[in-house]
């Protein structure tokens, strides 16, 4: 099964997720171009403030985010639950006070074995807020929504909350295309390393191809299902839909690259098949032309080896020559009817 996060399982889901302590970060814009950083407490006052951005953070949810999901911000039980369980594919639940929406983010993770991985990240969208929640750092993300929040500059035709979500949502597609130019890059190098005439080193190479073939299969149906989640979104949220189309372009550019290089390990695993198949095909062919030749030379000395008190030709010199120029014989019949059919 294709693990779409890295890292060790956490207890009673089934999926890997990095262990760690939990960490709450809440950047708010505050009007006139102020930024501070909140604490839990204060966060329910600002959020009532008119004209104001708020960013919450949760990165390895814990009792105080779910506090502050249950009682602060006081969201659907549903939301909280898909917010504190990992989830295998994105999703989107619209409500009347806010949506939730669960993103990936690609990673290629490994030194000696290299594996395409994704970090869920999921978002809870409301009007002057936006809340993410991941089980590993996705440094895009964040830098991306701590510019927006500083900058201070909101579109006026989209609400705050909106337009950090698609600051996040962007963040998370266009970095899909560098973590699979990678995957491209290291499935070149692997294709390079198989070679037929050393499979116990090729191996290795094969293997990982087969997994990145696996990985890339899985992250494609990945990828079209949040495509379709940002197309949902854009529906939903007429004043995102121009933004929300570009992000969705970028998806569908990484699934059509998704699908290019998935097509070229397969290309790269079946030539190494083709050309293995080939050498071992060629070893067949020597076998069968050396068997070709001895089989009669085999068959006259069987004869002449046996243990009788009396052979023919025994007790006469010219019998020997004879017996060794019917060899000879044998062997240039066997060679020209061997070439003459093309085996040789």
Known sequence: MWDPTGGQTREGSGLPVEYGEEEIQILASL??????????????????????????????????????????????????????????????????????????????????????????????????????????????????????IRSGSVAEDVSTGGMLAYDAMDALVDGHLPALVNVAAVSEDLEESLDPSNERASVNALENLISLRRDLQAFRRLAMAQQESLRRLGRVSQDLRAYLSDASDNQR??????????????????????????????????????????GPLTVLAGWYGMNFSYLPGAESVLAFWLFILVQVAFVVGAVWYLRRRGLL
């Open 31 to 148: 009007g006139d171009g102020q930024v501070g950083r909140l604490s839990p407490g204060e966060l329910q006052v600002v959020l009532e403030e008119p004209g104001t951005a708020v960013w919450i953070d949760l990165l390895r949810p814990g009792a105080g985010s779910r506090e502050i999901l249950e009682n602060v911000l006081g969201l659907n039980p549903l939301t909280v639950e898909d917010c504190l369980s990992p989830l295998r594919m994105p999703k989107m639940d619209v409500f009347p006070e806010n949506a939730f929406v669960a993103a990936f983010a690609a990673r290629l993770a490994g030194d000696s074995w290299r594996q395409l991985r994704a970090i869920e990240v999921d978002l809870v969208v409301g009007e002057n807020y936006l809340v993410t929640v991941r089980d590993s750092p996705v440094s895009e993300v964040s830098r991306r929504l701590d510019r927006r």
């Open 253 to 294: 550019e990484a699934v059509d690259m998704t699908e290019a290089i998935r097509d070229y390990v397969e290309g790269a695993i079946e030539a190494y098949r083709m050309r293995r198949d080939e050498r071992s095909e060629l070893g067949i062919r020597r076998l069968t032309v050396l068997a070709a030749v001895l």
